[in-house]
């Protein structure tokens, strides 16, 4: 079942209002717009036939027209010719010709209005359906909108899960920063110890250099008194 029932419907329709209320807007202005081309089709298909008929019994009425016109001079000549007998038929022909002309020319009078209401109704009826796409436009670019900051939100996340990796990142490079730097006293003071240690070391070697060479001068006495 359509959103119109008759094109009445469709001129008077406050498409807003019905968009507004409506459940899901997207489907009823697609349904709106298909149901108004598919009416306006079949307008302008009715008003060009009746533009037709209208042509056609234009075209009549101009040939009755131009028979009434033609039995009007054959009355004359045969007036002139003193033929009255003649002149009656001709101008009897005449009067029927005139009121089929008239007829026709009443049917035509009618179908322009037709026409005229026609035309009327394919303006209102495009009016609305231009208004219909440009609400649709409307719908797509807040649909679009939605879905730019939808995406945004998802990218916004995502770039918060990256700085919540960078800094845990951040923490673990800045406890292997800590462990060094503690290390670095540690190494200073075994650095230190080692020299200490060297240096007793060292004093030790020339405490027995020292020893060596006191029991040397020691023995050399000794042997020359042999």
Known sequence: MGVFSRIGEIINANINAMLDKAEDPNKMVRLMINEMEDTLTRVKSSAAEVIADRIRLSRERDELRMRAEDWENKATLAVTKGRDDLAREALEQKLTYDQRAAEAGKKVT?????????????ERLEAQL?????????????????????????YLNTQDAFNKFEQFNRRLDRLEAETEVMGYGQNEEQSLEQKFAELEQ????????QKLKNLKINIKPTEQKD
């Not at 436009?137 to 879905?147: C, D, F, G, I």
């Not at 060292?202 to 250099?209: G, K, T, Y």
């Open 110 to 122: 009618e179908m322009e209005d037709v026409v005229r209401k026609y035309q009327l109704d394919i």
């Open 130 to 154: 231009n208004s219909a796409f440009q609400r649709q436009r409307e719908l797509q670019a807040k649909n679009k909108q939605a879905r730019n900051r939808k995406q945004v939100d998802s």
């Open 202 to 209: 060292s004093s030790r070697i020339e405490a027995e250099l």
